[in-house]
């Protein structure tokens, strides 16, 4: 493995909406905890919003991906943090 790859920070992704409090919730949640996360915008990329559904099997927005393959739909701040927490991330 190289040095890059060891260092590299994992991969969170966050499917949401500017319009969703629970999306901007979980924005300021992982920026508190300055964990870096990819958003997706599901306004400006309504086909992710098939790719969102897909993971979580429901319509409920935020969907959190983790890099352990877990995932996470409209969850609590607490329980973002607990993930974080497990990932070693915080």
């Given at each position: 493995m190289s040095e890059t790859q060891q260092t590299e920070t994992p991969s969170i992704r966050i499917f949401g909406?500017?319009?969703c409090g629970d999306c901007r919730r979980a924005k300021r949640v992982?920026?508190?905890a300055q964990v870096a996360?990819?958003?997706i915008d599901l306004v400006e990329t309504p086909e992710a919003a098939d790719v969102a559904a897909d993971i979580s099997g429901r319509k409920n927005i935020p969907v959190i991906t983790y890099?352990?393959?877990t995932h996470q739909v409209e969850p609590s701040?607490?329980?973002?943090r607990?993930?974080?927490t497990e990932?070693?991330?915080?």
């Open positions: 909406a500017d319009w992982f920026g508190e996360y990819e958003w890099p352990d393959g701040d607490a329980d973002m607990a993930k974080l990932l070693g991330l915080v």
